[in-house]
């Protein structure tokens, strides 16, 4: 098989990190349930030989990529929701496995490749969808959903104290005409509430219809207890979160599974990013780290 260079470059956040946290040997067997490009799992195959890797992936093009990196290894993708992972790992004949892995961020890919809709930064469609066979996308939220509905959303999944305020000015914008770009909804939104400090206003809205439409947070407590049951004696669960609301899923998460014995906590607090790695890769700023082992 030709192997391929798509040209795309992700850098993996946290790759030592996450290597080592696997504790990764010899002719195990490990999932990456959010394969995308394929940098974590690279990094997981070059940690010692005969490694298996099951990478998945809702996107099509992520697949596309990883497959194209990965060629020359031992390695099964499959285009599928992670919150599957129990029944998608045991398909392809593993009962067991000796590490996971989810990394929460977007990937570049994902911000960069155009008409995604990710970006409040690019005059493209409002779309969002991780997996583009889903029906739902953020322009059918932004201009369906009520303003109670888009406050509450914001709100939660964004933690925007601006929500209500911004809910409103959606509606009233709608009004006079379908919002289906990525610039007009960023731009009502600042208009809406104001620029200030460092963080553009339509951040933590922009975040919050990507969770809704992806349904990201039912999605990551599903996956954390079906991976759980996968994970052999000694096995790594290693989760990479970019939030808060995130990482307190994943902390309840392992502190439920610890009290019922099925795991032992390693990261008491969860480990972050170094100064250099910041420096040269500035997505990885907000990056937090925990792992826990099965029992």
């Given at each position: 098989?030709?192997c391929?260079?798509?040209?795309i470059?992700?850098?993996?956040?946290?790759?030592?990190?996450?290597v080592?946290a696997?504790?990764?040997?010899?002719?195990?067997?490990?999932?990456?349930?959010?394969?995308?490009?394929?940098?974590?799992?690279?990094?997981?195959?070059?940690?010692?030989?005969?490694?298996?890797?099951?990478?998945?992936?809702?996107?099509?093009?992520?697949?596309?990529?990883?497959?194209?990196?990965?060629?020359?290894?031992?390695?099964?993708?499959?285009?599928?929701?992670?919150?599957?992972?129990?029944?998608?790992?045991?398909?392809?004949?593993?009962?067991?496995?000796?590490?996971?892995?989810?990394?929460?961020?977007?990937?570049t890919?994902?911000?960069r490749?155009?008409?995604?809709?990710?970006?409040?930064?690019?005059?493209?469609?409002?779309?969002?969808r991780?997996?583009?066979?889903?029906?739902?996308?953020?322009?059918?939220?932004?201009?369906?959903?009520?303003?109670?509905?888009?406050a509450?959303?914001?709100?939660?999944?964004?933690?925007?104290?601006?929500?209500?305020?911004?809910?409103?000015?959606?509606?009233?914008?709608?009004?006079?005409?379908?919002?289906?770009?990525?610039?007009?909804?960023?731009?009502?939104?600042?208009?809406?509430v104001?620029?200030?400090?460092?963080?553009?206003?339509?951040?933590?809205?922009?975040?919050?219809?990507?969770?809704?439409?992806n349904?990201?947070?039912?999605?990551?407590s599903?996956?954390?207890?079906?991976?759980?049951?996968?994970?052999?004696?000694?096995?790594?669960?290693?989760?990479?979160?970019?939030?808060?609301?995130?990482?307190?899923?994943?902390?309840?998460?392992?502190?439920?599974?610890?009290?019922?014995?099925?795991?032992?906590i390693?990261?008491?607090?969860?480990?972050?990013?170094?100064?250099?790695?910041?420096?040269?890769?500035?997505?990885?700023?907000?990056?937090?780290?925990r792992?826990?082992?099965?029992?």
């Amino acid at each position: 098989m030709d192997c391929k260079d798509s040209g795309i470059v992700h850098i993996p956040v946290m790759l030592k990190e996450v290597v080592k946290a696997l504790k990764v040997r010899e002719r195990g067997v490990y999932v990456d349930a959010t394969v995308g490009t394929g940098g974590h799992a690279e990094g997981i195959l070059k940690g010692a030989e005969g490694c298996v890797l099951i990478g998945i992936d809702r996107d099509e093009r992520a697949i596309e990529v990883a497959r194209e990196r990965l060629c020359g290894y031992t390695v099964h993708l499959i285009r599928d929701r992670f919150s599957n992972i129990k029944d998608l790992v045991r398909s392809i004949g593993y009962d067991e496995v000796d590490g996971i892995l989810l990394d929460l961020g977007l990937s570049t890919l994902q911000l960069r490749e155009e008409g995604r809709g990710f970006s409040f930064l690019k005059d493209e469609p409002l779309d969002m969808r991780m997996d583009r066979r889903q029906s739902l996308t953020a322009s059918d939220i932004v201009n369906g959903y009520s303003e109670e509905a888009l406050a509450s959303i914001i709100y939660r999944y964004g933690e925007e104290r601006f929500s209500r305020r911004i809910a409103r000015a959606i509606v009233r914008a709608r009004q006079k005409g379908r919002i289906d770009s990525c610039r007009r909804l960023a731009e009502i939104i600042q208009k809406a509430v104001g620029r200030r400090g460092r963080i553009h206003p339509a951040t933590r809205t922009f975040q919050a219809l990507r969770i809704e439409v992806n349904r990201e947070l039912d999605e990551l407590s599903t996956a954390i207890d079906e991976g759980a049951g996968l994970l052999r004696s000694g096995g790594r669960f290693c989760v990479l979160s970019y939030h808060s609301l995130e990482d307190r899923i994943v902390k309840n998460a392992f502190k439920r599974l610890a009290q019922q014995g099925m795991f032992r906590i390693i990261t008491k607090k969860p480990l972050r990013p170094g100064t250099e790695e910041k420096r040269a890769n500035p997505s990885s700023r907000s990056a937090r780290l925990r792992v826990a082992e099965r029992i």
